[in-house]
T-cell receptor
Framework: DAEITQSPRHKITETGRQVTLACHQTWNHNNMFWYRQDLGHGLRLIHYSYGVQDTNKGEVSDGYSVSRSNTEDLPLTLESAASSQTSVYFC???????????FGSGTRLTVV | RKEVEQDPGPFNVPEGATVAFNCTYSNSASQSFFWYRQDCRKEPKLLMSVYSSGNEDGRFTAQLNRASQYISLLIRDSKLSDSATYLCVVPGGRNFNKFYFGSGTKLNVKP
């Protein structure tokens, strides 16, 4: 069965370190998205991609980067982790606007 | 104005009750809409899609009012297992492939 997987499920890192969160989908979806979710803020879009070599900034992109070298993967990199980036991160993919998103199970990141 | 707005609740209802949530959106050009369910900060899961005037699936009914730019979710005969946060989603961005999420409405169904 097709799926979308995120790794790691939990991560603790130190301030200033570079961290990469993985997202891999086997749906063959062109559209992929990264969100963070914090109490009181709901889901906020970090970066998104509509296809290979396409990346776009979302509403909270500062301090984050993504790259899209193939259809299946959209890794999210925190260039220099900060305590404000402690959050739950969700990756999602979609075929198009009529089908909704499929979400990964999330990565809980703690920056100490 | 936010793309999507929801009443955060919580809505506290007894088992068997009927409860309804509304969600307003700002982009009048949006064509399709979604309701997602999220449990305890797990991943959101698609509950219903709304493409025209509405959609019904068992105890759940979603309705769209384009003139007033809101969508609603009605849950009949509430179950304890319906306790969750319900997220309203509206497509936007280029070709409407980017989704805007409401902050969610929390539902607590009590015995």
């Amino acid at each position: 069965d097709a799926e979308i997987t995120q790794s790691p499920r939990h991560k603790i890192t130190e301030t200033g370190r570079q961290v990469t969160l993985a997202c891999h989908q086997t749906w063959n979806h062109n559209n992929m998205f990264w969100y963070r979710q914090d109490l009181g803020h709901g889901l906020r879009l970090i970066h998104y991609s509509y296809g290979v070599q396409d990346t776009n900034k979302g509403e909270v992109s500062d301090g984050y980067s993504v790259s899209r070298s193939n259809t299946e993967d959209l890794p999210l990199t925190l260039e220099s982790a900060a305590s404000s980036q402690t959050s739950v991160y969700f990756c999602a993919s979609s075929m198009d606007r009529n089908y909704g998103y499929t979400f990964g199970s999330g990565t809980r990141l703690t920056v100490v | 104005r936010k793309e999507v707005e929801q009443d955060p609740g919580p809505f506290n209802v007894p088992e068997g009750a009927t409860v309804a949530f509304n969600c307003t959106y700002s982009n009048s050009a949006s064509q399709s809409f979604f309701w997602y369910r999220q449990d305890c900060r797990k991943e959101p899961k698609l509950l219903m899609s709304v493409y025209s005037s509405g959609n019904e699936d068992g105890r759940f009914t979603a309705q769209l009012n384009r003139a007033s730019q809101y969508i609603s979710l009605l849950i009949r005969d509430s179950k304890l297992s319906d306790s969750a946060t319900y997220l309203c989603v509206v497509p936007g961005g280029r070709n409407f492939n980017k989704f805007y999420f409401g902050s969610g409405t929390k539902l607590n169904v009590k015995p």
